[in-house]
C-alpha cells in the first residue's frame, strides 16, 4: 500500500504560480511512477503530468505543456508540481497518484494509488 497526501493547493490570481506537493508513505516510493491528475466540476478527470521511477521520463498534457513542471525527491518521498502562469481554466480539483509503471499514460488503465486531492482556483 501507498498513502498519499497531496498539499499546496488555494486561490491565486490568474498568470501566478503554485506549487503542489504530495507525500508519500508506505511501500518503496522510488520504485512507482508518479503523477499528478486533475478534474474540474462537471468535466472528466484528466492526466496532466506523470514521472517515471527514477525521474528521467515525464509526460505532460498538451494543456500544460510549457507552464507546469513534474518532479521527484525520492529521498524525500515527494513529488512535486509547479505550476506558473496560471490560467482560470487550471481551476480543478488535483490529485497525486502512483502505480508501478507509466502503464496509465496510455489511458486504458488507472493508477493504483490516489491522494485525497487538493483545490486549485485560479481566479481572472
Known amino acids: 500500500q501507498v498513502q498519499l497526501v497531496e498539499s499546496g493547493g488555494g486561490l491565486v490570481q490568474a498568470g501566478g504560480s503554485l506549487r503542489l506537493s504530495c507525500a508519500a508513505s508506505g511501500r518503496t516510493f522510488s520504485s512507482y511512477a508518479m503523477a499528478w491528475f486533475r478534474q474540474a466540476p462537471g468535466k472528466e478527470r484528466e492526466l496532466i503530468a506523470a514521472i517515471s521511477w527514477p525521474g528521467s521520463g515525464t509526460y505532460y498534457a498538451d494543456s500544460v505543456k510549457g507552464r507546469f513542471t513534474i518532479s521527484r525527491d525520492n529521498a524525500k518521498n515527494t513529488v512535486y508540481l509547479q505550476m506558473n502562469s496560471l490560467k482560470p481554466e487550471d481551476t480543478a480539483v488535483y490529485y497525486c497518484?502512483?502505480?508501478?509503471?507509466?502503464?496509465?499514460?496510455?489511458?486504458?488503465?488507472?493508477?493504483?494509488?490516489w491522494g485525497q486531492g487538493t483545490q486549485v482556483t485560479v481566479s481572472s
Open positions: 497518484a502512483a502505480d508501478a509503471s507509466l502503464r496509465f499514460v496510455a489511458g486504458t488503465v488507472t493508477p493504483d494509488y
